[in-house]
């Protein structure tokens, strides 16, 4: 049986509707940085097809090395005028900067990463690999909250995922590189807006 994070870790991948705290450990992931507005943003697709096509190159490589599900897509969110979080909606989505990332298993070298991209380089060599990187991500202390719904609603959900940090004593922190991150275990080609199922984190510290 493959082995699939989001159901051996259910408190990554699967937090309730009502917010919680959790410390989020050491994860290796594929990243590919950008901006722009990604429904829109031809930079955005070609690191979406760069991200799942290392990915899978990965995965089919390596089968005798491990059996596995690729985890679902994340990102890490700011916008170019320096919004930070507190539940207000973003209307320019042009501003938006991104970054990108697949987690990988632990068995993913700098080596096996390499070979990925010379492998499908050859097969995509439209695409620049050259954009993504392996990365060693410790988020540390988030608060988080499963989204139900669309994209554009997360607003009032988000000013609800601070609120509860903040009455817990905590502060929402997007310090040092730390930023709203949200994981996307829906697929929106194939699910309504109103049933897509997006987790919601933002990293928080001591107030």
Same mark, same amino acid.
């Not at 320096?82 to 320019?92: E, L, M, Q, R, V």
């Not at 509860?164 to 996307?184: K, L, N, T, W």
């Not at 109103?194 to 987790?199: D, G």
């Given at each position: 049986m493959p082995i699939d994070y989001k159901k051996t870790e259910k408190d990554l991948y699967q937090p309730k509707i009502t917010p919680s705290i959790i410390d989020v450990p050491e994860m290796k992931f594929i990243v590919v940085d950008g901006k722009g507005d990604p429904n829109t943003s031809d930079e955005y697709a070609a690191a979406i097809e760069l991200l799942y096509g290392l990915s899978y190159t990965i995965k089919m490589g390596n089968k005798a090395v491990l059996e596995y599900?690729?985890?679902?897509?994340?990102?890490?969110?700011?916008?170019? =005028? =320096?919004?930070?979080?507190?539940?207000?909606?973003?209307?320019?989505?042009?501003?938006?900067?991104?970054?990108?990332?697949?987690?990988q298993p632990d068995f993913v070298t700098s080596a096996v990463f390499d070979n990925a991209k010379t492998a499908f380089a050859k097969k995509k060599p439209n695409l620049d690999t050259s954009k993504a990187r392996l990365e060693i991500i410790t988020e540390g202390l988030c608060v988080q909250v499963m989204h139900i719904g669309s994209y554009d609603d997360e607003p009032a959900t988000i000013a609800?995922? =601070?609120?509860?940090?903040?009455?817990?004593?905590?502060?929402? =922190?997007?310090?040092?590189?730390?930023?709203?991150?949200?994981?996307?275990?829906?697929? !929106?080609?194939?699910?309504? !807006?109103?049933?897509?199922?997006?987790?919601l984190r933002h990293p928080?510290?001591?107030a």
């Open positions: 599900v690729v985890p679902p897509l994340e990102g890490y969110w700011e916008v170019a =005028d =320096d919004f930070k979080s507190c539940g207000a909606a973003i209307t320019d989505k042009s501003k938006f900067v991104w970054t990108m990332l697949l987690r609800a995922l =601070d609120r509860f940090a903040v009455d817990r004593g905590y502060a929402v =922190d997007m310090s040092g590189g730390r930023r709203h991150h949200e994981i996307y275990l829906s697929d !929106p080609r194939k699910v309504v !807006p109103e049933k897509l199922k997006t987790v928080i510290g001591k």
